[in-house]
């Protein structure tokens, strides 16, 4: 079964920034799109980014210009390079990707543990 396991997060001042990773956990399978998530207190998880296996990439607009989402597919991994951090920004981050098998199958691997950023002076 294929975990993702998201790193990277932590405490960082107004204007910082932070690098998060996801790798997806096992083989035989190949990932079409990646994309992060964010989900602040009391607020519905949103959509921060997404990357497609082309490397066809979109974002939210309240990122736009301050962060990049990049993929390595060789170590199925997906990253979000997160610059001039706002305090509004803080939540708690987690990928999402699909996955596609040798047989054809597409598979949705559950939400991993997230990572947590904090944007605060």
């Known amino acids: 079964q294929v975990q993702l396991v998201e790193s990277g997060g932590g405490l960082v001042q107004p204007g910082g920034s932070l690098r998060l990773s996801c790798a997806a956990s096992?083989?035989?399978?190949?990932?079409?799109?990646m994309a992060w998530y964010r989900q602040a207190p009391g607020k519905q998880r949103e959509l921060v980014a997404a990357?497609?296996?082309?490397?066809?990439?979109n974002y939210m607009d309240s990122v736009k210009g301050r962060f990049t989402i990049s993929r390595d597919n060789a170590k199925n991994t997906v990253y979000l390079q997160m610059s001039s951090l706002k305090p509004e920004d803080t939540a708690v981050y987690y990928c999402?990707?699909?996955?596609?098998?040798?047989?054809?199958?597409?598979?949705?691997?559950?939400w991993g543990q997230g990572t947590q950023v904090t944007v605060s002076s």
């Open positions: 999402k990707v699909d996955v596609k098998y040798i047989s054809g199958s597409i598979y949705y691997p559950p």
């Open positions: 990357i497609t296996s082309g490397g066809i990439t």
């Open positions: 096992g083989s035989g399978f190949s990932i079409n799109t």
